[in-house]
């Protein structure tokens, strides 16, 4: 297997929007969409992360679709099972209710949510000890880019996980996304040959950790939208696209997975 044959991923991250009324609408016109142009299963995976509180209606709204959308919880508690923690939900209570799978890494959570490593990696082996898949989002800060350690940073980060990994896992319970945290929100994007290079460096660190480094998909997601998807789904290390704003538009995001089903 090449890293060519991955099935790109395309996720959108609502973060904290929309309301329900919303989700019910968006979920209707992403409907429509792939009623008019199908994206074959293994073209494209999709997923999409609304907040908890639409999380099981939209999957009940996407089992009526002609193809498998997924699910996906934008956190996990870093304690595990059940027990007295208010305002947490944990990786199993995601896997009771057929959730499989996890955002754990986004920069807003590091930056502005307290997640350090040691978080970071509790909830990454509850996540997969309960049988989720992981998104696993790592990038650098323009400053760390400006100083020249954007790639050292992104691949420490990659490390990170390594203790709470096992070497079968990395295959298909890990994905990850590289977001440039300078590129999220704000317009900015990575150029495709910028982004590629940060991939490519990637794929080489993961082979010091796994032999499955060519089967690990590797996403870029920073202000990806239906004008730029093409470019980053033409490069050979981008597998797909983390999208936030534009993946709140029914038809940008099913543009933008249109995009890299293209591709294959
Ligand atoms: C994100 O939040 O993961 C993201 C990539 O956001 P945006 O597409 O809005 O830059």
Redesign the pocket.
């Known amino acids: 297997m090449s890293v060519s044959t991955i099935v790109p991923w395309v996720i959108g991250?609502w973060?904290m929007n929309p309301a329900t009324a919303d989700v019910q609408k968006w979920a209707q016109q992403f409907n429509q969409c792939l009623q008019l142009a199908p994206i074959a299963q293994q073209q494209c995976n999709i997923a999409v992360a609304p907040t908890y509180l639409s999380l099981i209606s939209l999957k009940e709204n996407f089992t009526g679709y002609n193809r498998t959308v997924h699910v996906v919880a934008q956190d996990v508690s870093r304690f595990p099972g059940t027990g007295a923690y208010t305002g947490d939900i944990s990786a199993q209570l995601l896997q009771d209710a057929h959730v499989s799978y996890v955002?754990v890494g986004?920069?807003?959570r590091r930056e502005l949510l307290g997640d350090d490593t040691q978080i970071l990696c509790a909830k990454i082996k509850h996540a997969l000890d309960a049988g989720l898949t992981v998104v696993y989002?790592v990038g650098e800060s323009l400053a760390q880019r400006e100083n020249g350690e954007a790639e050292a940073v992104v691949l420490q980060q990659v490390k990170d996980i390594v203790p709470v990994v096992s070497a079968d896992q990395w295959e298909d319970r890990i994905i990850i996304?590289y977001?440039p945290i300078w590129?999220?929100?704000?317009?900015k994007?990575a150029s495709a040959d910028d982004a590629q290079a940060m991939h490519a460096k990637i794929r080489e660190g993961l082979k010091q950790i796994t032999a499955a480094s060519d089967r690990v998909a590797i996403l870029y997601?920073?202000?990806?939208?239906p004008e730029n998807a093409a470019d980053f789904a033409a490069c050979p290390d981008i597998n797909g696209?983390?999208?936030?704003?534009?993946?709140l538009s029914a038809t940008s995001f099913y543009k933008i997975a249109a995009s890299f089903a293209g591709k294959k």
């Open positions: 991250n973060k955002l986004h920069s807003e989002c996304a977001e590129a999220i929100g704000t317009g994007t997601g920073g202000s990806v939208k696209a983390l999208v936030g704003g534009a993946s």
